[in-house]
Nanobody, 126 residues
Framework: EVQLVESGGGSVQAGGSLRLSCEASGYTFDSCEMAWYRRAAGKERELVSSIRYTHATGTIIEYIDSVKGRFTISQDTAKDTLYLQMNNLKTDDTAVYYC????????????????WGQGTQVNVSS
């Protein structure tokens, strides 16, 4: 059974930093794609960053434009943990952040993820 548990959320002033963690069990990092999503109050869920690895392509990391240069996704395979380092936080980053694993594909394109954590709240104030 795959389980994901997020932690590291909290309240921070604009310009500050937080590091989110996602502890995974039931799979290995070389067997599933992983991603961070977020949902702000009154807004749609959006993909923040994703990471996947194949022997053919190596590691592929993607970010939405609004977080490029500020957020970094990484993995610690020894601890089965996914991280999202968030620097220079903005008020628009306020949201519940969700860890996701094991992608669904449609026509060779990732469209969703099979497993989800419960989310961790990030509040950025001005």
């Amino acid at each position: 059974e795959v389980q994901l548990v997020e932690s590291g959320g909290g309240s921070v002033q604009a310009g500050g930093s937080l590091r989110l963690s996602c502890e995974a069990s039931g799979y290995t990092f070389d067997s599933c794609e992983m991603a961070w999503y977020r949902r702000a109050a009154g807004k749609e869920r959006e993909l923040v960053s994703s990471i996947r690895y194949t022997h053919a392509t190596g590691t592929i990391i993607e970010y939405i434009d609004s977080v490029k240069g500020r957020f970094t996704i990484s993995q610690d395979t020894a601890k089965d943990t996914l991280y999202l380092q968030m620097n220079n936080l903005k008020t628009d980053d306020t949201a519940v952040y969700y860890c996701a694993a094991c992608a669904f594909y449609s026509g060779g394109v990732i469209t969703d993820y099979l497993y989800w954590g419960q989310g961790t709240q990030v509040n950025v104030s001005s």
